[in-house]
T-cell receptor, first 114, second 111 residues
Framework: KAGVTQTPRYLIKTRGQQVTLSCSPISGHRSVSWYQQTPGQGLQFLFEYFSETQRNKGNFPGRFSGRQFSNSRSEMNVSTLELGDSALYLC?????????????FGPGTRLTVL | KNEVEQSPQNLTAQEGEFITINCSYSVGISALHWLQQHPGGGIVSLFMLSSGKKKHGRLIATINIQEKHSSLHITASHPRDSAVYICAVRLSGGSQGNLIFGKGTKLSVKP
């Protein structure tokens, strides 16, 4: 069974641009969560989606948004990029409710904002 | 004060040593996770605990809900155990579903 895949793996953007990151969960998994990891703040929760609905959202500005499609694939979008958005963005999938099931992490997308 | 505190921040051990990493939290939780992150960024979920103790191979995780404390133990440590170990708690109540992470413990096991 294939693991969680994220595309692209690496991305370089400039300030003010927008970016879309993609996450394909393990087949059959219906929940996708997104996390941001920076050297200063560590890992922080961004969003959680289950069956195309956003169930939880972390404390991030409105420039960060996401969605989940009917095939459980998820995308996150960051608009008007800032230098501080440079980070490793990780997604994780779980079979059902991540509160009750193990999460499986993807390899991450490393975003650099210049 | 961070809601999830890990200690130590860095740990160097000799191969074969018994290792303990601690995690304390100050919020109400529904579950606690231990994660392992290798250089390069890949994260593996080691344990999800809501009570008691779990064991997987050389790894043991315990949680004391009353004391709001968890420990991750590695028996007979090996250089391949070198990684960052991260404790994360899942909030209970209105914010159920959100994960709050500790800053991680960087473990280096020398041969």
């Amino acid at each position: 069974k294939a693991g969680v895949t994220q595309t692209p793996r690496y991305l370089i953007k400039t300030r003010g641009q927008q970016v879309t990151l993609s996450c394909s969960p393990i087949s059959g998994h219906r929940s996708v969560s997104w996390y941001q990891q920076t050297p200063g703040q560590g890992l922080q929760f961004l969003f959680e989606y289950f069956s195309e609905t956003q169930r939880n959202k972390g404390n991030f500005p409105g420039r960060f948004s996401g969605r989940q499609f009917s095939n459980s694939r998820s995308e996150m979008n960051v608009s008007t990029l800032e230098l501080g958005d440079s980070a490793l963005y990780l997604c994780a999938s779980s079979l059902q409710d991540p509160a009750l099931n193990e999460q499986f992490f993807g390899p991450g997308t490393r975003l650099t904002v210049l | 004060k961070n809601e999830v505190e890990q200690s130590p921040q860095n740990l160097t051990a000799q191969e074969g040593e018994f290792i303990t990493i601690n995690c304390s939290y100050s919020v109400g939780i529904s579950a606690l996770h231990w994660l392992q992150q290798h250089p390069g960024g890949g994260i593996v979920s080691l344990f999800m605990l809501s009570s008691g103790k779990k064991k997987h191979g050389r790894l043991i995780a315990t949680i004391n809900i009353q004391e709001k404390h968890s420990s991750l133990h590695i028996t007979a440590s090996h250089p391949r155990d070198s990684a960052v170990y991260i404790c994360a708690v899942r909030l209970s109540g209105g914010s159920q579903g959100n994960l709050i992470f500790g800053k991680g413990t960087k473990l280096s096991v020398k041969p």
